[in-house]
T-cell receptor, first 115, second 116 residues
Framework: DTGVSQDPRHKITKRGQNVTFRCDPISEHNRLYWYRQTLGQGPEFLTY????????KSRLLSDRFSAERPKGSFSTLEIQRTEQGDSAMYLCASSLVSGGRDTQYFGPGTRLTVL | AQKVTQAQTEISVVEKEDVTLDCVYE???????LFWYKQPPSGELVFLIRRNSFDEQNEISGRYSWNFQKSTSSFNFTITASQVVDSAVYFCALSEAGQGAQKLVFGQGTRLTINP
């Protein structure tokens, strides 16, 4: 099994630019999660998909953030008009719910630096 | 609200020493899950263990062991005979049970350094 992959691994952008990250989950995993991790902190939940439906969003996800998972496969996370406070590691995780169990496997993350 | 506290920010030990990472959690749910993840310098979170709230049996996997005590809301992690490759940031996490999103609530992590 290939694991969760994320692209790009690093992104440097200027304030005000738009950026898009991609996550490819483990094949056949029906759930996909996005988290954000700032320096020295644990990851914080942003949003989650069950197949192609986005079912929950955190208050952390402002209007400048949008996520999609077309066809229930890969997912994209777009940040519009980036701000310096958006600098963080963006982590994607996928899981296959079985018997109520949901163990999330994480990708390597995309590190975003906003100048 | 759910909360996970890892009071130890950094731990440094010499190789072959045993080390215990503490995790205390808060939740109003009667059924929940507890996790430990390892984050090496590469950044990827590596799943180590999942524990259900109704199963208080301790678990051992090689040099790793976990002590779950519901009475004190703790889920501690012990590495026996530590090795340099164990150096990483370790996160304890909590999620609610149920059919909805089982989003993880993480602690702040403990940075473990194993010195040769």
């Amino acid at each position: 099994d290939t694991g969760v992959s994320q692209d790009p691994r690093h992104k440097i952008t200027k304030r005000g630019q738009n950026v898009t990250f991609r996550c490819d989950p483990i094949s056949e995993h029906n759930r996909l999660y996005w988290y954000r991790q700032t320096l020295g902190q644990g990851p914080e939940f942003l949003t989650y998909f069950q197949n192609e439906a986005q079912l929950e969003k955190s208050r952390l996800l402002s209007d400048r953030f949008s996520a999609e998972r077309p066809k229930g496969s890969f997912s994209t996370l777009e940040i519009q008009r980036t701000e310096q406070g958006d600098s963080a590691m963006y982590l994607c995780a996928s899981s296959l719910v079985s018997g109520g169990r949901d163990t999330q496997y994480f990708g390597p993350g995309t590190r975003l630096t906003v100048l | 609200a759910q909360k996970v506290t890892q009071a130890q920010t950094e731990i440094s030990v010499v190789e072959k020493e045993d080390v215990t990472l503490d995790c205390v959690y808060e939740t109003r749910d009667t059924t929940y899950y507890l996790f430990w993840y390892k984050q090496p310098p590469s950044g990827e979170l590596v799943f180590l263990i999942r524990r259900n709230s109704f199963d208080e049996q301790n678990e051992i996997s090689g040099r790793y062991s976990w002590n779950f005590q519901k009475s004190t809301s703790s889920f501690n992690f012990t590495i026996t005979a530590s090795q340099v490759v164990d150096s990483a940031v370790y996160f304890c996490a909590l999620s609610e049970a149920g059919q909805g999103a089982q989003k993880l609530v993480f602690g702040q992590g403990t940075r473990l350094t194993i010195n040769p």
